[in-house]
């Protein structure tokens, strides 16, 4: 009897399980009429800091290419990389479906998908990207119907032809347009097995953002279409050692395109890639288009003669700020944005080398050591944890016994910067560093007063920037506001400040880093900047990275020169002749609206020899520089 009852209870469950099914399966979900709607799409603009045009976001998407204009290679090419069984199943995958319940039941929520191709169109034309069970649940019968209503060969038509590439790119003709600059037609095996790639996630393997990624996805790729007898061995063989050759042929600035695509990449993550290329947004930068002109024909005139000399992987970034605001002017984030889209001013974490000194000095000025006393320089030995033995040396292989500390950090010399580091405790100088936004690679071993820590062009020059902002450190931005198409302002940067040094302490530091640019005003005559400056180079083991900080009233600039996988540029190369050339050069085109850094008024001047820290009558003789106290 208990037995009968459990059947019937079953057969009941089921019918009406079954009952429930097919009035959702019946319901109409969509209409397939929005298939063929097309919408005018708003582009969004980026303005410059007076409100002039600089680039525009819109949809790259061409007119419809039918299902037998498509390439056999791209069919099996995407069927390969998103559904093995696309021909054959009804639109799920049942298969997928458990594995993917399993997972997320284990997870307690929508963890992993078990998207078919025609679950994806449901996706892309229907739905929201959200994770939830009831997006999942609509996904599924949406793609019944799918499949119910349409071909297979117009579901891949839909789906080829509305599939998104990234940066306004849908549909793989425009995709093929925009990579190799040909039309669908002329596609070669691993071209479609790249664009088949990008299926799973325009960010992680567009070849545009990521050739690197993309590559391996294509490979991997090519290795299903191997498996499901779609290519020959020969044929695998062949595209697997192909090099991913793309050329973005979108128009633009080669160097500019740094500072666009930084601003895409945020406004599409910020605001969602529909918002961005069809609700005309208005995204106000903090970029002066002058300033960025002349940063980019300094960096481009000089960085071309570098290369001539040392070969095509040289390359670097820069970023220049409103010292009171931290409001980014200029941004470069490498020489030819078609060759590599990686952003050296944004991305790049390289030794700061000796950029890093001027916050040590500045703790050891805070610590009561004044700049006029005398160290010793000499040859050091030290032995590290392992057991080797360590000998640093100065940059030149010199040692020139005793000066001041002031002669130190003007002429750069390692060995005393050491000295200092242990007079002061290493233990002080990390948490000293953070403040100043150095973080990465802080140790307390002597080696870090060298500058072994990291940082980008971005950071070093947030933390420079602190001695040209009468000791405030201010956190750089380069999107000022965003308002939406009915100019709705829907996000607005604020500005973080905090102060570091007292402006005793900055003035005082501020004199001291002027030293080095008063060697260069003689070097340069007439030819120098007519408002003060304050600078401080910096290179790495073999040059494999030289850097330049510099600063005016009215600018602080962060650049260096190095190639991308760090290969030294040799030893003899210094940022005199690599860096600073770039932003002397770029410094001299800028008009000079303020002439003078902050000096407190509390401060006197006194004159001493900057070789023994005797004090000398006037700053007229020999050896004699001014400081403050």
Same mark, same amino acid.
């Given at each position: 009897?208990?037995?009968?009852?459990?059947?019937?209870?079953?057969?009941?469950?089921?019918?009406?399980?079954?009952?429930?099914?097919?009035?959702?399966?019946?319901?109409?979900?969509?209409?397939?009429?929005?298939?063929?709607?097309?919408?005018?799409?708003?582009?969004?603009?980026?303005?410059?800091?007076?409100?002039?045009?600089?680039?525009?976001?819109?949809?790259?998407?061409?007119?419809?290419?039918?299902?037998?204009?498509?390439?056999?290679?791209?069919?099996?090419?995407?069927?390969?990389?998103?559904?093995?069984?696309?021909?054959?199943?009804?639109?799920?995958?049942?298969?997928?479906?458990?594995?993917?319940?399993?997972?997320?039941?284990?997870?307690?929520?929508?963890?992993?998908?078990?998207?078919?191709?025609?679950?994806?169109?449901?996706?892309?034309?229907?739905?929201?990207?959200?994770?939830?069970?009831?997006?999942?649940?609509?996904?599924?019968?949406?793609?019944?119907?799918?499949?119910?209503?349409?071909?297979?060969?117009?579901?891949?038509?839909?789906?080829?032809?509305?599939?998104?590439?990234?940066?306004?790119?849908?549909? #793989?003709?425009?995709?093929?347009? $925009? /990579?190799?600059? @040909?039309?669908?037609?002329? %596609?070669?095996?691993? *071209?479609?097995? !790249?664009?088949?790639?990008?299926?799973?996630?325009?960010?992680?393997?567009?070849?545009?953002?990521?050739?690197?990624?993309?590559?391996?996805?294509?490979?991997?790729?090519?290795?299903?279409?191997?498996?499901?007898?779609?290519?020959?061995?020969?044929?695998?063989?062949?595209?697997?050692?192909?090099?991913?050759?793309?050329?973005?042929?979108?128009?633009?600035?080669?160097?500019?395109?740094?500072?666009?695509?930084?601003?895409?990449?945020?406004?599409?993550?910020?605001?969602?890639?529909?918002?961005?290329?069809?609700?005309?947004?208005?995204?106000?930068?903090?970029?002066?288009?002058?300033?960025?002109?002349?940063?980019?024909?300094?960096?481009?005139?000089? #960085?071309?003669?570098?290369?001539? $000399? /040392?070969?095509? @992987?040289?390359?670097?970034? %820069?970023?220049?700020? *409103?010292?009171? !605001?931290?409001?980014?002017?200029?941004?470069?984030?490498?020489?030819?944005?078609?060759?590599?889209?990686?952003?050296?001013?944004?991305?790049?974490?390289?030794?700061?080398?000796?950029?890093?000194?001027?916050?040590?000095?500045?703790?050891?000025?805070?610590?009561?050591?004044?700049?006029?006393?005398?160290?010793?320089?000499?040859?050091?030995?030290?032995?590290?944890?392992?057991?080797?033995?360590?000998?640093?040396?100065?940059?030149?292989?010199?040692?020139?016994?005793?000066?001041?500390?002031?002669?130190?950090?003007?002429?750069?010399?390692?060995?005393?910067?050491?000295?200092?580091?242990?007079?002061?405790?290493?233990?002080?100088?990390?948490?000293?560093?953070?403040?100043?936004?150095?973080? $990465?690679?802080?140790?307390?071993?002597?080696?870090?007063?060298?500058?072994?820590?990291?940082? !980008?062009?971005?950071?070093?020059?947030?933390?420079?920037?602190?001695?040209?902002?009468?000791?405030?450190?201010?956190?750089?931005?380069?999107?000022?506001?965003?308002?939406?198409?009915?100019?709705?302002?829907?996000?607005?940067?604020?500005?973080?400040?905090?102060?570091?040094?007292?402006?005793?302490?900055?003035?005082?530091?501020?004199?001291?880093?002027?030293?080095?640019?008063?060697?260069?005003?003689?070097?340069?005559?007439?030819?120098?900047?007519?408002?003060?400056?304050?600078?401080?180079?910096?290179?790495?083991?073999?040059?494999?990275?030289?850097?330049?900080?510099?600063?005016?009233?009215?600018?602080?600039?962060?650049?260096?020169?190095?190639?991308?996988?760090?290969?030294?540029?040799?030893?003899?190369?210094?940022?005199?002749?690599?860096?600073?050339?770039?932003?002397?050069?770029?410094?001299?085109?800028?008009?000079?609206?303020?002439?003078?850094?902050?000096?407190?008024?509390?401060?006197?001047?006194?004159?001493?020899?900057?070789?023994?820290?005797?004090?000398?009558?006037?700053?007229?003789?020999?050896?004699?520089?001014?400081?403050?106290?």
């Amino acid at each position: 009897m208990l037995i009968h009852r459990i059947t019937v209870s079953v057969s009941i469950i089921f019918a009406i399980t079954l009952g429930l099914a097919t009035v959702l399966i019946e319901k109409d979900w969509v209409d397939f009429a929005a298939l063929d709607i097309y919408t005018i799409a708003q582009p969004s603009i980026v303005l410059d800091d007076e409100g002039a045009i600089i680039a525009k976001f819109e949809l790259d998407k061409r007119a419809p290419i039918a299902f037998d204009k498509l390439p056999k290679t791209l069919i099996q090419a995407f069927v390969a990389a998103e559904d093995h069984s696309f021909f054959t199943h009804s639109g799920i995958s049942a298969r997928g479906i458990v594995r993917s319940a399993f997972v997320n039941l284990m997870h307690g929520k929508v963890k992993q998908g078990a998207s078919t191709i025609t679950q994806q169109i449901a996706r892309l034309m229907f739905l929201s990207y959200e994770r939830t069970w009831f997006r999942k649940i609509q996904e599924v019968f949406i793609a019944i119907q799918l499949e119910r209503q349409l071909s297979k060969e117009q579901i891949l038509e839909i789906y080829l032809n509305n599939i998104y590439f990234g940066r306004g790119i849908y549909g #793989v003709e425009a995709a093929c347009r $925009r /990579l190799w600059n @040909k039309p669908l037609q002329e %596609l070669t095996l691993p *071209e479609a097995a !790249t664009l088949a790639g990008v299926a799973a996630s325009a960010r992680l393997y567009s070849p545009l953002n990521a050739p690197g990624s993309a590559t391996k996805r294509r490979n991997l790729i090519l290795q299903s279409m191997l498996k499901l007898n779609f290519i020959t061995p020969d044929e695998y063989k062949n595209a697997i050692a192909s090099k991913m050759a793309i050329n973005d042929f979108a128009p633009g600035n080669p160097i500019r395109m740094y500072t666009q695509e930084w601003i895409r990449q945020w406004a599409e993550q910020t605001f969602g890639k529909d918002v961005l290329y069809q609700k005309g947004l208005k995204i106000k930068t903090t970029i002066n288009t002058p300033t960025q002109e002349h940063a980019e024909q300094a960096f481009s005139d000089v #960085v071309h003669k570098l290369r001539i $000399r /040392l070969g095509d @992987k040289l390359n670097g970034g %820069l970023i220049s700020l *409103e010292p009171s !605001t931290g409001k980014i002017k200029a941004m470069i984030g490498g020489y030819d944005f078609r060759q590599s889209q990686y952003n050296r001013a944004m991305q790049a974490e390289r030794q700061i080398g000796s950029t890093f000194k001027p916050i040590l000095y500045s703790l050891a000025m805070r610590a009561g050591i004044d700049m006029d006393s005398v160290f010793i320089d000499e040859p050091i030995e030290m032995q590290m944890p392992n057991g080797s033995i360590w000998r640093p040396m100065n940059w030149d292989h010199k040692f020139n016994g005793p000066m001041t500390l002031a002669r130190a950090i003007t002429k750069s010399v390692n060995t005393i910067s050491i000295k200092l580091f242990l007079k002061i405790s290493g233990s002080y100088v990390a948490p000293w560093s953070r403040q100043f936004g150095i973080t $990465r690679h802080l140790t307390e071993y002597p080696s870090a007063a060298l500058g072994t820590a990291e940082a !980008t062009v971005e950071k070093n020059a947030a933390a420079f920037n602190v001695f040209a902002n009468n000791g405030i450190y201010v956190k750089p931005y380069l999107v000022e506001w965003v308002k939406d198409e009915h100019g709705n302002k829907i996000f607005e940067s604020a500005i973080s400040r905090k102060r570091i040094l007292d402006a005793r302490l900055c003035s005082r530091m501020v004199n001291l880093l002027e030293l080095r640019m008063l060697s260069a005003q003689r070097q340069y005559g007439k030819n120098w900047l007519s408002s003060q400056s304050i600078g401080k180079t910096g290179s790495t083991n073999g040059a494999s990275t030289t850097w330049f900080v510099g600063a005016t009233p009215t600018l602080t600039t962060a650049l260096y020169i190095g190639c991308d996988d760090n290969t030294p540029m040799g030893s003899s190369l210094l940022a005199s002749t690599t860096a600073f050339p770039i932003w002397h050069r770029f410094y001299k085109q800028l008009p000079a609206t303020r002439k003078h850094f902050y000096k407190d008024p509390s401060l006197n001047e006194y004159y001493v020899n900057w070789i023994t820290g005797e004090p000398a009558a006037n700053k007229y003789e020999a050896d004699v520089i001014t400081l403050l106290r």
